[in-house]
């Protein structure tokens, strides 16, 4: 069962791909490691070259606290002459459950297979599983949603227990924050008005959700069902979905169905997914899966013999070390094939290694069509024990990266301040940095993008506070959480307006658009659910706010000239129009399947009123517009007609379109 991986390991034309550690000598290729089950027989293959010998140990369940807990068998591998451990197990042993003893020259260890597919609870055995029986109904006609660009995304990132933790998220009490509350429909907060959730998701318009890490974490324990949280950054098996959020986690193939339904359910509402991943560390260091396989191997370590700990988690594992960069690549088309992931993002990106990322795009490509799988990550400089000279996968090698993006950290803190001081103020404060919100317009493709599709722009996410609170601790010193300000609605309402008027992946915070807020929590990483959680009650709040959202993505639909496609528009059909700075405005010339048009947006952070000749966008002067989002509105339906002077009230975004191409694309 050898597959083309080889190749695609060693052929780079550097020597980037070739061996860097010692252990490289003996890398394997197949693409057959972990366990392989037929109804005949279940084949073991594991990687482990300096072990003396190797055994598979069986058992009847996950954990020795189950009921029916004993060791069915103990079987030695055979080392084979491509340098892999191998077993042919007889018979029919589906969900059993297993673990590898190695002995070393110095040491016995016990280890889960770190290409487990299945795994019990809390991952600490691994399980024989029939894939095909884990498949929900419907399962093989299930479709990827894949876009024409990844500019055509637009993406919410929710974790799955914030989703639907609160009572008010209408979901049933026992799938709330589980997998399952994805697959529930009709879902309304309070008495039968709003819908939450996945219906919710549908008229808010969103293309996919991004999803906090769901491979299985080691930060929450499993065997209590309680309202323990974690966003999970804590890798324990990666090829496995978390147990906590299935309805049972002792049996290993739940999970995995579970996960497949939620994934179908988003499928069923037109919703790509978008899996956030963590490869750069592990839950644990030493003693982690990796580390008990092959000791040394998987990780950087520094000079004195230290782990490198670029990442703050005490590990920095080693994509540049051939056997790591293929359980990458492995484990990314598994999740894409397997589970029909439409598109990864990758924590810490700038802790691999750029050939590493390119390889996947590759392979991701071979398989699923060119960029059809999104793939960004966090392209941050880090510093990290990696042989010096390694092109590294942050925002200076982006454009060496083609189809991979970064998330756009300039754009982010130019809207509302920087996410390392509170009360540090942006543009939709007091239009500081109005040239830095220039060059995410146009998804800095004037600084670190090659492309438009390679930035994904945004206020606010996961990390640091809820855009929100970041509104609220640089204007009112901190007080006032869940209380409703209109003007801090208005600079929600311009942050959206710039992120979602501008080229690049837009992406927000599941929750951004009803003004959630963490009471102030910068980092919720371990709070309680109670602070992380969306509180749906606030959909009844902020109507406006979600409306608002709603429209701005239904004209980025609508109009491709704004996501920077350059099947559409050029550069050159781009102009800032500075007569009225800090207000920062523009007028775009586009051509979109024979229809000829003009769009001009103005962003005004000011706490008055702006007059702007629409003679500066070097357009004739009889030219009638359509304003089509306003301080109050954004959507498809015709605000008011404008000509030669335009109004942009304070603090607000303006945006408008040329009479006959509004006529044309609305066809009214
Ligand atoms: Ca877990």
Redesign the pocket.
């Known amino acids: 069962m050898i597959n083309t991986t080889s190749t695609r390991l060693w052929d780079s034309n550097s020597n980037i791909g070739s061996p860097i550690h010692r252990l490289d000598e003996f890398a394997y290729f197949g693409n057959d490691l972990g366990s392989v089950y037929t109804k005949e027989k279940t084949t073991f293959t594991f990687w482990s070259p300096e072990a003396l010998s190797v055994k598979v140990k069986l058992f009847a369940t996950g954990s020795d606290n189950e009921q029916g807990a004993k060791v069915i068998d103990e079987l030695p591998m055979n080392k084979t002459a491509d340098n892999v451990w191998r077993l042919e197990y007889l018979g029919d042993h589906k969900n059993e459950y297993y673990t590898y003893i190695i002995n070393f020259k110095d040491r016995t260890v016990e280890t889960v297979d770190i290409y487990a597919k299945a795994v019990g609870v809390?991952?600490n055995r691994g399980m024989i599983v029939d894939l095909k029986s884990t498949n929900p109904e419907g399962w093989d006609k299930d479709k990827n949603i894949f876009l024409n660009s990844p500019t055509d995304a637009i993406v919410w990132e929710v974790h799955v227990k914030d989703f639907s933790h609160s009572p008010s998220s209408g979901i049933t009490e026992k799938n709330r924050g589980k997998y399952l509350a994805f697959c529930e429909h009709s879902t309304l907060y309070g008495e039968g008005i709003v819908p939450t959730c996945v219906d919710y998701l549908k008229n808010l318009g969103v293309t996919h959700v991004q999803i906090n890490p769901f491979y299985?974490?080691?930060s929450?324990n499993?065997a209590v069902n309680d309202d323990s949280f974690n966003w999970g950054y804590d890798p324990?098996n990666y090829n496995v979905p978390?147990?906590?959020y299935s309805s049972n986690p002792f049996d290993g193939n739940v999970r995995i169905n579970e996960c497949k339904q939620m994934i179908k359910a988003l499928h069923d509402a037109g919703i790509g997914v978008i899996m956030d991943v963590v490869y750069n560390h592990t839950y644990q260091a030493q003693g982690s899966f990796f580390d008990l396989s092959v000791p040394g191997y998987y990780y950087r370590y520094n000079k004195d013999g230290s782990w490198s700990n670029g990442s703050g988690c005490s590990n920095d594992t080693a994509s540049e070390h051939l056997m790591f960069r293929k359980f990458m690549i492995d484990s990314i088309l598994y999740w894409a094939e397997e589970y029909h992931i439409d598109g990864f993002r990758f924590d810490l990106m700038g802790l691999h290694d750029a050939h590493t990322m390119r390889l996947i795009r590759k392979a991701l490509d071979e398989k699923f069509g060119k960029d059809n799988v999104i793939l960004y990550g966090e392209g941050w400089y880090m510093g990290t024990a990696c042989a010096f000279g390694t092109e590294m996968a942050n925002q200076g090698a982006i454009r060496s990266m083609k189809g991979v993006g970064a998330f756009n950290d300039n754009m982010r803190d130019a809207i509302k301040g920087s996410v390392f001081g509170a009360c540090d103020k942006g543009f939709v404060q007091c239009g500081a940095s109005a040239e830095r919100i220039k060059s995410g317009i146009l998804a800095e493709t004037g600084s670190w993008a090659g492309e438009a599709s390679q930035c994904v722009n945004y206020a606010s996410c996961h990390d640091n506070y809820a855009l929100y609170d970041k509104l609220i601790l640089s204007e009112r010193g901190g007080t006032g959480y869940c209380e409703r300000f209109d003007y801090l609605v208005s600079m929600i309402k311009l942050s959206a307006a710039v992120v979602l008027t501008s080229r690049g992946i837009p992406f927000f915070l599941a929750g951004e658009e009803i003004a959630r807020t963490k009471f102030g929590d910068e980092n919720s990483y371990c709070s309680s659910a109670n602070i992380n959680q969306i509180d749906w009650e606030n959909t009844a709040h902020y109507a406006d706010l979600i409306l608002y959202y709603q429209g701005l993505i239904r004209l980025r639909k609508k109009l491709a000239a704004l996501r920077g496609s350059n099947k559409v528009c050029d550069s050159s059909s781009f102009r800032f129009i500075d007569s009225a700075m800090p207000c920062v405005s523009y007028a775009i010339d586009f051509y979109d399947e024979d229809i000829k048009g003009h769009i001009f947006v103005a962003l005004n952070p000011c706490d008055y009123d702006v007059r702007i000749n629409l003679a500066d966008t070097g357009l004739s002067k009889d030219t009638k517009w359509i304003a089509v989002v306003n301080k109050h509105s954004a959507g498809t339906a015709p605000l008011m007609a404008i000509s030669e002077l335009a109004l942009v009230e304070s603090k607000s975004a303006l945006m408008l379109l040329d009479e006959a191409a509004y006529k044309a694309i609305f066809k009214r």
């Open positions: 809390n991952g299985d974490f080691g929450v499993e324990k978390e147990g906590s």
